[in-house]
C-alpha cells in the first residue's frame, strides 16, 4: 500500500506541473481567465481477463483502481480547445472457474486526449479529436502447485491512433453548474509486445508483426466513461461508470479483458494562476 501511494503522490506531481504548460497564444491576463479541472478518486468494479500465454481459462475478480484526470482549456484565435491527460494504476487478484489458481493483474496506465470544442449549445459542447496512450502491465500466475515456478506476462501496450468524443452538458441551478460528460475512446491502432519473453519474437518478423490495428472483431480496445459532477457546499463530487472492452492477438498470444467500474471521487475547477477558481467572481467554470 505504501507503493502505491508513493506512485500515486509523484504521478499526481507529474501531472500538476508537466500539463500545466501556457499556449503561446495567449497573454498571461488570458491565461487567468481560463479555468481548468483536475479530479482524482477511486474504481471498484468487476473484470473478466484471459491470457492465453499464462491459461487457457478465463479468470475474473474483483479489482480496485486509482485515477487522476486534468483538462486544460485553450483558446486559439476564436476556437477553444481542451486537452486531457489521464492516469489509472489498477490492481486486482482474479480466479479461475476452478478456484485453484490465482492471476494477480496490476498495470499502470496513461493517456493524453486533444479535442476541439464544438459548442452545438451554450450549455452543451461536443468535444472532438484524438488520442495516444500507453499501459504497462503484469499478469502473474499462483498457485498451490507450482512451488518456485509461478509464471509471469509482461506487455506493454501503446495506443499509437485512436478517436475520442466527449459530449458534456452543463444544467445550471440557482447556485451550482451540474456537469454531465460521456467519452467514449476508440483504438484504431496500437504496438503490443512483451519485452522478457524474446524467444516469442524472432529476428525475421516485420514491425507490422507487432502493430494491432483495430478489424471490430478479432482486434479491438474501447472504452467509455459516464461522469456525473454534482456540487456540494465546499467541494464537488464525482460518480460515474466505465466499461472497457480490448481483445487482441499478437503472436499468437490472446489477450481479452472487460472492465466494468463504478468510479467515485472529487473534481475541482481552478484557475492557472489564482488558484482555486472562486464560484462568485466573474469567472466561468470549465464548460461554461
Same mark, same amino acid.
Given at each position: 500500500? @505504501?507503493?502505491?501511494?508513493?506512485?500515486?503522490?509523484?504521478?499526481?506531481? +507529474?501531472?500538476? !506541473? /508537466?500539463? &500545466?504548460?501556457?499556449?503561446?497564444?495567449?497573454?498571461?491576463?488570458?491565461? *487567468?481567465?481560463?479555468?481548468? =479541472?483536475?479530479? +482524482?478518486?477511486?474504481?471498484?468494479?468487476?473484470? =473478466?481477463?484471459?491470457?492465453?500465454?499464462?491459461?487457457?481459462?478465463?479468470?475474473?475478480?474483483?479489482?480496485?483502481?486509482?485515477? &487522476?484526470? %486534468?483538462?486544460?482549456?485553450?483558446? @486559439?484565435?476564436?476556437?477553444?480547445?481542451?486537452?486531457?491527460?489521464?492516469?489509472?494504476?489498477?490492481?486486482? =487478484?482474479?480466479?479461475?472457474?476452478?478456484?485453484?489458481?490465482?492471476?494477480? /493483474?496490476?498495470?499502470?496506465?496513461?493517456?493524453?486526449?486533444?479535442?476541439?470544442?464544438?459548442?452545438?449549445?451554450?450549455?452543451?459542447?461536443?468535444?472532438?479529436?484524438?488520442?495516444?496512450?500507453?499501459?504497462?502491465?503484469?499478469?502473474?500466475?499462483?498457485?498451490?502447485?507450482?512451488?518456485?515456478?509461478?509464471?509471469? +506476462?509482461?506487455?506493454?501496450?501503446?495506443?499509437?491512433?485512436?478517436?475520442? +468524443? %466527449?459530449?458534456?452538458?452543463? *444544467?445550471?441551478?440557482?447556485?451550482?453548474?451540474?456537469?454531465?460528460?460521456?467519452?467514449?475512446?476508440?483504438?484504431?491502432?496500437?504496438? /503490443?509486445?512483451?519485452?522478457?519473453?524474446?524467444?516469442?519474437?524472432?529476428? &525475421?518478423?516485420?514491425?507490422?508483426?507487432?502493430?494491432?490495428?483495430?478489424?471490430?472483431?478479432?482486434?479491438? %480496445?474501447?472504452? $467509455?466513461?459516464?461522469?456525473?459532477?454534482?456540487?456540494?457546499?465546499?467541494? !464537488?463530487?464525482?460518480?460515474?461508470?466505465?466499461?472497457?472492452?480490448?481483445?487482441?492477438?499478437? $503472436?499468437?498470444?490472446?489477450?481479452?479483458?472487460?472492465?466494468?467500474?463504478?468510479?467515485?471521487?472529487?473534481?475541482?475547477?481552478?484557475?492557472? @494562476?489564482?488558484? %482555486?477558481?472562486?464560484?462568485?467572481?466573474?469567472? @466561468?467554470?470549465?464548460?461554461?
Amino acid at each position: 500500500m @505504501k507503493r502505491i501511494v508513493c506512485v500515486l503522490s509523484f504521478c499526481l506531481a +507529474f501531472l500538476t !506541473t /508537466v500539463f &500545466a504548460e501556457t499556449p503561446d497564444s495567449l497573454s498571461v491576463k488570458d491565461d *487567468i481567465g481560463l479555468p481548468k =479541472n483536475f479530479s +482524482f478518486g477511486l474504481g471498484f468494479g468487476r473484470e =473478466n481477463h484471459h491470457v492465453s500465454y499464462l491459461s487457457p481459462m478465463l479468470y475474473s475478480g474483483s479489482p480496485t483502481e486509482i485515477w &487522476a484526470e %486534468r483538462i486544460n482549456r485553450k483558446r @486559439k484565435g476564436d476556437e477553444d480547445f481542451f486537452s486531457l491527460a489521464n492516469l489509472r494504476l489498477h490492481s486486482g =487478484n482474479l480466479i479461475s472457474q476452478s478456484d485453484e489458481n490465482t492471476m494477480h /493483474v496490476r498495470s499502470i496506465m496513461f493517456d493524453y486526449h486533444y479535442y476541439y470544442d464544438w459548442k452545438l449549445a451554450p450549455n452543451f459542447h461536443m468535444l472532438c479529436g484524438g488520442y495516444v496512450g500507453g499501459e504497462f502491465g503484469s499478469d502473474k500466475m499462483e498457485s498451490s502447485l507450482w512451488v518456485g515456478n509461478n509464471p509471469e +506476462f509482461l506487455r506493454i501496450d501503446i495506443s499509437l491512433l485512436g478517436l475520442s +468524443f %466527449r459530449p458534456t452538458l452543463s *444544467i445550471h441551478t440557482k447556485r451550482r453548474v451540474i456537469k454531465i460528460s460521456n467519452q467514449f475512446d476508440l483504438r484504431l491502432a496500437g504496438w /503490443v509486445h512483451s519485452p522478457i519473453y524474446t524467444q516469442l519474437y524472432s529476428d &525475421a518478423e516485420k514491425l507490422t508483426d507487432y502493430i494491432d490495428f483495430n478489424s471490430f472483431s478479432e482486434k479491438i %480496445r474501447f472504452s $467509455n466513461k459516464f461522469t456525473v459532477d454534482l456540487p456540494l457546499r465546499r467541494t !464537488t463530487l464525482r460518480l460515474g461508470m466505465l466499461v472497457e472492452r480490448s481483445k487482441s492477438d499478437i $503472436n499468437m498470444i490472446d489477450n481479452r479483458t472487460l472492465n466494468v467500474q463504478a468510479l467515485v471521487g472529487f473534481s475541482f475547477d481552478y484557475l492557472t @494562476k489564482s488558484g %482555486r477558481l472562486n464560484k462568485s467572481s466573474q469567472f @466561468k467554470t470549465i464548460f461554461e
